[in-house]
């Protein structure tokens, strides 16, 4: 009876120890499950919440920034000195250091990513093509798009292949301008939109070929008449954001085909995409 009595508070004692350690595991789970639900509620699985908020990740900030590092080979600004064949331009270049916090889809127009000035040095060589004003017309305060053969993110010193002076002080006046100068400062185009996407239109518009422009003829756009030269097609991709203003319909109820002018805040000349500070339409088309 002694031994029979000793087995059952052994099988009793090994119970014990077996629930005892069920309900520790038991607590230890349930533990761990509430800090899961905590770090989740919490934002510590900063990845997962980085997807769902839409804010780009690091490794897509690092691609968009190594792209633009890479293929940007052209600088606009203004001059700030001019000595022999070198100008000092300061000019307006992405800020990489305020790309983390923005969205994908913020990131994929470049030309209203944040940005800051930066000054670099620019020369002149025998090999540097100007369009119409020429090294000795440009004076401090103009303002310049420089074309190079390397990108821009990599050095401050750089050779020009190309320079395009879209604002000059040495016209005093508009009318100083021949036509090719005038063309290079306008901030606006104008034509049919052919597609239209969820935050853009391609808008087609046509440009006076200045090319093939008579100058002995016509020295200035007041004796022009842009129906008897060639033009130039261009399609621009034009962006809106919540800072474009629409003056007739909304961007939702524009269309296909309709007749639009988009306004920038920079010279559309030489760029093929840019976001549209207003947009205009739709337009009637001039009547015969």
């Known amino acids: 009876m002694i031994i ?6 052994k099988y009793i004692l090994i119970a ?50 190594n792209s633009i590092a890479d293929s940007t080979k052209e600088l606009e600004g203004t001059v700030t000195a001019k000595n022999d064949n070198l100008l000092t331009i300061e000019a307006v270049i992405v800020d990489f250091s305020k790309l983390s916090g923005l969205h994908d889809s913020a990131l994929k127009q470049t030309d209203s990513l944040p940005n800051s000035k930066k000054t670099f040095s620019v020369k002149i060589d025998a090999n540097t093509i100007f369009s119409e004003l020429k090294m000795d017309d440009i004076n401090v305060g103009d303002q310049v798009i420089v074309f190079t053969n390397n990108p821009i993110y990599k050095t401050d010193d750089l050779t020009a292949s190309k320079v395009l002076v879209t604002s000059s002080s040495f016209a005093k006046n508009p009318s100083d301008l021949n036509l090719a100068d005038y063309i290079k400062q306008d901030k606006a185009i104008a034509g049919p939109i052919k597609t239209a996407g969820d935050n853009y239109f391609v808008i087609e518009s046509n440009w006076i070929d200045y090319s093939k422009i008579d100058y002995s003829q016509a020295k200035n756009i007041g004796k022009m008449d842009p129906a008897s030269v060639s033009k130039i097609t261009t399609q621009y991709k034009v962006f809106v954001d919540d800072k474009t203003v629409f003056t007739n319909k909304k961007f939702s109820e524009l269309k296909v085909g309709d007749m639009v002018a988009a306004t920038s805040d920079k010279p559309t000349f030489s760029v093929v995409e840019f976001t549209a500070t207003k947009i205009e339409g739709p337009l009637q088309p001039p009547s015969k």
């Open 16 to 65: 014990v120890i077996v629930l005892v350690l069920l309900i520790i595991a038991g607590f230890v789970y349930q533990q761990k499950m509430i800090v899961n639900l905590k770090n989740e509620v919490g934002g510590i699985d900063r990845p997962t919440m980085r997807n769902q908020t839409g804010i780009a990740s690091a490794s897509t900030i690092s691609a968009v920034q």
């Open 4 to 9: 029979e009595e000793k087995s059952k508070a």
